[in-house]
């Protein structure tokens, strides 16, 4: 059987599989997604093992550190995973309810009804955890999936699509409403990206090269981000020690992720007495500095000088851009250049300020006097999230449950005809 056959051959399965998905009730979605936890703790040990061949084989390969910390499956990982399947399992269905009910002056009732998507597919590298995040959103929204995720973690991905579809039938829903693509071949994704007949929509996470190339190749609607240029205004009413923590923790915590700080704005009115406070943390944390001329000498002898390639890049490890600026207007017009529409946050005590910034600045999460980390869909109640997208059509932000469903015109008439 060739790609193109095979390919097909699992649109067509995802979508018989959608549509009767989308006649399930929302008890026997919530029960599959719990029985998933429980496989979950009880095949804990299968899931590491089979976790384990992918790292061996990972290791042998020569990948480096960051690849290989983005594809362990820890305990701290799978419980990350269960709580993740039970948080979404409680939360409200998103499918069914009918919005906005209102009566036209001729006595029908017109209203909207949250219907799923439709079937779902999910390009992504690395991250095994994926798959559950992604699956358990998809199931809870009504959807079908196709997943295919990166060749470095086949085992881990087919181990947990097999708790997948037990946890499918034992519902009383159809195993093929999840399908993790077994073929690690770049041409089955070529193929998959050509079946818009039979795939809705096609969600990539990942590397911006990746992205880039599905949006290039997809025949469906993407939902997208190309990458997270994240960045924090510290205000001349910021309190001090309290955004010296919030820059550090956006920077260190996790900087090989989209949601970490890549660009420090500064107010020039605090500049003097906060860089030299964060310079000496950021240093001790093993943070390289790249500062304009005026924060250089604020920053301390390990800080360079920034090229003008440094604003609007995406580091992804322990570099942060910093610049001082003259005020609000020139921090805000340094986002709208080199932003991602990702992650941006003010640290002000200011209200008027902290309010301006939120109605202006256009990102998919915009805030006050908090770290750009918690843009993730489980740190906003998501419970899990299938990907951040920053194309606004026709979800802007983390997508969770709720994101992938849609609407359709519902109308309820008493035998009317149109005059």
Not at 115 to 137: H, K, Q, Y
Not at 275 to 281: K, Q, R
Request: proline content about 3%.
């Amino acid at each position: 059987m060739s790609f193109s056959e095979a390919m097909k051959k699992v649109g067509v399965k995802a979508k018989e599989a959608s549509r009767k998905m989308s006649c399930a009730e929302g008890t026997a979605r919530n029960a599959a997604i719990i029985e998933l936890a429980n496989l979950l703790e009880q095949e804990k040990e299968f899931i590491f093992a089979e976790n384990r061949k992918d790292l061996d084989a990972a290791n042998e390969r020569g990948l480096d550190q960051a690849r290989l910390q983005r594809l362990e499956i820890t305990p701290a990982v799978l419980e990350y995973m269960i709580q993740g399947c039970n948080e979404v399992a409680g939360q409200t269905d998103p499918v069914g309810g009918i919005e906005k009910l209102e009566r036209r002056s001729n006595g029908m009732m017109v209203g909207k009804m949250r219907i799923p998507l439709g079937v779902i597919m999910m390009i992504f590298e690395s991250r095994p955890n994926v798959t559950i995040d992604a699956a358990v959103l998809c199931l809870k929204a009504g959807n079908s999936v196709v997943l295919r995720g990166g060749s470095e973690a086949i085992h881990s991905n087919l181990a947990l699509a097999s708790l997948l579809h037990k946890a499918l039938e034992k519902a009383g829903l159809p195993a093929q409403a999840v399908q993790v693509v077994s073929v690690t071949d770049r041409e089955a994704v070529s193929e998959l990206l050509k079946l818009d007949e039979y795939i809705d929509v096609v969600i990539p996470r990942g590397g911006e090269g990746l992205i880039r190339a599905v949006v290039e190749q997809a025949t469906m609607p993407v939902l997208k981000h190309y990458k997270g240029v994240c960045h924090i205004f510290v205000d001349k009413f910021a309190e001090i020690p309290q955004s010296v923590d919030i820059v550090k923790n956006a920077k260190t915590q996790k900087p090989g992720v989209c949601n970490a700080l890549e660009c420090l704005l500064v107010h020039e009115d605090i500049a003097s007495e906060f860089l030299p406070a964060l310079g000496t943390i950021l240093r001790a944390c093993g943070v390289t500095m790249k500062g304009c001329p005026r924060a250089m000498p604020l920053l301390g002898k390990t800080a360079v000088a920034a090229d003008f390639d440094d604003w609007g890049q995406e580091f992804l490890d322990l570099t942060l851009a910093v610049k001082v600026v003259s005020g609000q207007n020139e921090a805000q017009d340094h986002i709208a250049r080199y932003g991602s529409n990702h992650t941006e946050v003010i640290l002000t005590k200011d209200h008027g300020r902290a309010m301006r910034f939120i109605r202006e600045v256009d990102a998919s999460l915009v805030g006050v006097n908090a770290s750009t980390r918690f843009n993730d869909g489980g740190q906003l109640g998501l419970g899990a999230e299938i990907g951040i997208s920053t194309s606004k059509l026709h979800s802007y932000g983390p997508m969770g449950a709720t994101e992938l469903t849609s609407t359709k015109f519902v109308l309820l008439g008493d035998w009317q005809v149109r005059n």
